[in-house]
């Protein structure tokens, strides 16, 4: 057993990110100002997108594109049940209702053929969420979206370097939103973006996001400003701050490499995983991509074992290995459960990777000697508990 523990997941910080959070304490600007036009410029360069804007999270992302739907009573968008509760939340605090369409069993993507039983003249949007940095089907998205005219809201908080068909996420023809949370691939400690080709989009939620007001504050106090402003609709304070975006732009400088770690670590998950029967490794979309390695996420055949996923994780955590729980399943909570009236047997296969799914541990900073740890440990808690 290891001596020390692994945690699920550690942001990695360098000298660069201290320096430059320090040099903003120093610098008088701790809010929105220069650094966080900065970390947009390259965000934009990086992902390929005309269009960014900050964000204090992805969820203020999600809330703002959602908004500007302009949703009526009984609209509806339609996502996946495997994603966090931002990504529905938010379409039911815009005025929407969630519909939910069942995921592929392998890749825990969103099942394109399930979106479109779950279209109806109601719908108004597809979110698909590219499930653990893994792309979705999106020519078929846009496919469905065209022929039904539907607007298509990427949720792309894990997504962050994932590629689809030599395209990077955040340059297709949608709105993209962004998670910069501190387990993700990059992190601002809290924060998010949005990336889109749409000019008039992006300017609307620019507004959105700080109370609907025609100037930000940074650029009213510059000495070329003015303080005046005017308040063009009610907004909201989603604004990101230049301490956040202190560490965004060193961290979007080594997305990459962090990449290149996290697909190592993944593919020796894999191989070391493949044959344990107890254990269902993911699988890969057969479409060219690229995939960011947010999670790493297995299913636990618990069928096979006398404990559950839950217990399963708790034996790790005795042989100190850390996991994470991404995602149990939306329609599995109590709200949820209560409020989109899922039916029985409904969602199959997310029904059945909620009760089994967890995460590894997965972070640049991580060795493959711990990654063997974890293997082993995963090995020891089914020999101890196989039927």
């Avoid at 000697?369 to 090995?379: G, M, N, Q």
């Amino acid at each position: 057993m290891r001596e020390k523990f692994l945690p699920f997941s550690i942001p990695t910080i360098g000298e660069e990110e201290i320096n430059e959070v320090v040099d903003s304490l120093r610098s008088g600007w701790i809010t929105t100002g220069p650094k966080v036009k900065r970390f947009e410029d390259a965000f934009k360069e990086y992902v390929g997108a005309p269009h960014a804007v900050p964000l204090s999270s992805a969820t203020a992302g999600l809330h703002l594109v959602m908004l500007a739907l302009n949703l009526k009573p009984g609209d509806e968008v339609i996502t996946t049940p495997m994603t966090f509760a931002a990504t529905v939340s938010m379409i039911v605090q815009a005025g929407g209702k969630p519909v939910l369409a069942d995921i592929e069993p392998g890749t825990l993507n969103i099942d394109v053929n399930e979106i479109r039983k779950k279209i109806t003249p109601k719908t108004r949007a597809l979110v698909p969420v590219h499930f653990a940095g893994q792309p979705c089907d999106m020519d078929e998205i846009f496919a469905l979206a065209k022929e039904h005219n539907l607007t298509v809201i990427e949720d792309a908080a894990h997504a962050i370097g994932t590629e689809y068909k030599g395209a990077r996420i955040g340059s297709l023809d949608s709105v993209s939103v962004f998670s910069f949370h501190p387990i993700k691939n990059i992190t601002t400690g809290e924060g998010g973006m949005v990336a889109t080709r749409n000019e008039q989009l992006a300017e609307e939620i620019s507004l959105m996001k700080f109370h609907g007001m025609s100037r930000e504050a940074w650029k009213r106090y510059q000495a070329s400003g003015t303080p005046n402003y005017d308040i063009m609709m009610p907004g909201f304070k989603y604004n990101m701050m230049d301490l956040q975006a202190a560490l965004g732009v060193h961290q979007l400088a080594k997305l990459d490499s962090f990449i290149e770690m996290r697909t190592v670590l993944a593919n020796f998950y894999t191989e070391a995983l493949y044959e344990v029967d107890e254990v269902l490794t993911p699988l890969e979309v057969p479409y060219p991509h690229r995939h960011a390695w947010h999670l790493y996420t297995p299913l636990i055949r618990i069928e096979e074992l006398t404990i559950n996923r839950d217990e399963f994780m708790n034996e790790l955590k005795k042989l100190n290995i850390g996991s994470g729980l991404h995602f149990k399943a939306i329609h599995h909570h109590p709200f949820y459960r209560e409020t989109l009236n899922v039916e029985p047997g409904e969602l199959p296969h997310a029904d059945y990777a909620s009760d089994r799914i967890l995460s590894l541990p997965l972070f640049p900073l991580m060795t493959l000697d711990d990654a063997r740890d974890v293997v082993e440990a995963i090995k020891t808690v089914i020999a101890r508990n196989r039927k």
